[in-house]
């Protein structure tokens, strides 16, 4: 077992006071250095290595997750940190396959039917017009909204729900969530991944959709946000990706 030295005078001490000697002076002398010496024998623990919170090896957000209080997280922000630009720079826009959110305010912009497994959404309008809809689960009525500047609308947690800007002119909309990654799951991409005979199953089999014919619909989904509905387009004279 392991003392520390303060403990092990303290246990000396005590016992000296309950077993007096006739050398008391000699006596805890011996018995001190025979603790002292049975500290510096034991055997050391090996040493591990740990990440530092300040290593150059992590990033900035592992940094800030690892950091023991607010105090030091701001420590390790600039105060430009707090600040961003959606005008100049392309940072934080999802890219590949999950596609780009960041053009849904374009005219006719189309946010593809989507869910967030981790986090409601709130959506509000800042510029132009928004038309939202979404289906809680399985059972339930779909909702639709058609939100002008400075309206709010709220997706539920897990909700598919799509946004679509039915307007000529660009639309701005802030969505806000209470989870620092509420993640994101487009509900066709996702369905059209399946392997092929789970699709077709999905989709009433055979007489549905021919397996052969799998490979086409996925090439006709678009990544993400599509370039809108068809009267939209026709509307705003903007081609559609098949007149391109």
């Known amino acids: 077992m392991h003392f520390s030295i303060p403990f092990a005078v303290a246990i000396f001490a005590s016992g000296a006071l309950t077993a007096p000697s006739t050398h008391p002076e000699r006596d805890s002398i011996e018995s001190?250095?025979?603790?002292?010496?049975?500290?510096?024998?034991?055997?050391?623990?090996?040493?591990?290595?740990?990440?530092?919170?300040?290593?150059?090896?992590?990033?900035?957000?592992?940094?800030?997750?690892?950091a023991p209080t607010q105090v030091d997280r701001f420590a390790l922000l600039k105060d430009s940190d707090l600040v961003y630009d959606f005008k100049t720079?392309?940072?934080?826009?999802?890219q590949g396959k999950g596609g780009r959110t960041a053009r849904a305010d374009r005219p006719c912009g189309f946010n593809t039917p989507h869910v967030h497994p981790r986090g409601a959404e709130l959506n509000i309008v800042v510029q132009g017009r928004l038309s939202t809809s979404f289906t809680p689960e399985n059972g339930a009525r779909h909702i639709q909204h058609n939100l002008t500047q400075y309206q709010l609308t709220v997706f539920p947690e897990g909700a598919l729900h799509t946004?679509?800007?039915?307007?000529?002119?660009?639309?701005?909309?802030?969505?806000?969530?209470?989870?620092?990654?509420?993640?994101?799951?487009?509900?066709?991409?996702?369905?059209?991944?399946?392997?092929d005979d789970v699709i077709a199953a999905a989709l009433g089999g055979g007489v549905t959709v021919a397996g052969k014919d799998l490979d086409k619909f996925r090439s006709l989904i678009p990544a993400n946000v599509a370039l809108g509905?068809?009267?939209?387009?026709?509307?705003?004279?903007?081609?559609?990706?098949?007149e391109i």
């Not at 720079?89 to 999802?94: A, C, N, P």
């Not at 509905?229 to 098949?242: A, N, T």
């Open 89 to 94: 720079t392309k940072d934080g826009v999802t």
């Open 32 to 66: 001190l250095q025979k603790l002292l010496y049975a500290e510096w024998a034991r055997p050391q623990e090996p040493q591990v290595d740990r990440p530092s919170d300040s290593g150059s090896d992590l990033s900035l957000i592992q940094k800030l997750i690892l």
């Open 229 to 242: 509905v068809e009267s939209c387009l026709k509307k705003c004279s903007i081609k559609g990706s098949d």
């Open 163 to 195: 946004e679509f800007n039915p307007d000529c002119t660009d639309a701005v909309f802030v969505a806000a969530f209470p989870s620092e990654d509420p993640g994101v799951q487009q509900a066709a991409q996702t369905f059209f991944g399946f392997e």
